[in-house]
């Protein structure tokens, strides 16, 4: 059974930074796809950011130029750093891990770490 844990998040002023990692207890080699979510209160979870085996990323918009995702192959471990944080930022964060194998899709969460950035 695949484990995803996530950390690195918390408090932070508006215009800080935060790195948040997602430790998985099998090897992220296997998994075609890997991101992040977040769900702010009242709000839909929305797609934050992903990237795939080959190293391929892309952001949601609001996102994009701010935060950075990136995978350590070695460590296991996901990551995504965050930069220039806004109030709106502020949400749970959960990590995922997508993969297909003989046809059959299967994906993985983390528990969800908060990040809460003040104004």
């Known amino acids: 059974q695949v484990q995803l844990v996530e950390s690195g998040g918390g408090l932070v002023q508006a215009g800080g930074s935060l790195r948040l990692s997602c430790a998985a207890s099998g090897n992220i080699f296997t998994f075609n796809t890997m991101g992040w979510h977040r769900q702010a209160p009242g709000k839909q979870r929305e797609l934050v950011a992903v990237?795939?085996?080959?190293?391929?990323?892309n952001y949601v918009d609001s996102v994009k130029g701010r935060f950075t995702i990136s995978r350590d192959n070695a460590k296991n471990t996901l990551y995504l750093q965050m930069n220039s944080l806004k109030p709106e930022d502020t949400a749970i964060y959960y990590c995922f891990a997508g993969r297909l194998r003989g046809g059959v899709y299967s994906d993985y969460w983390g528990q969800g770490t908060q990040v809460t950035v003040s104004s």
């Open positions: 990237i795939t085996s080959g190293g391929s990323t």
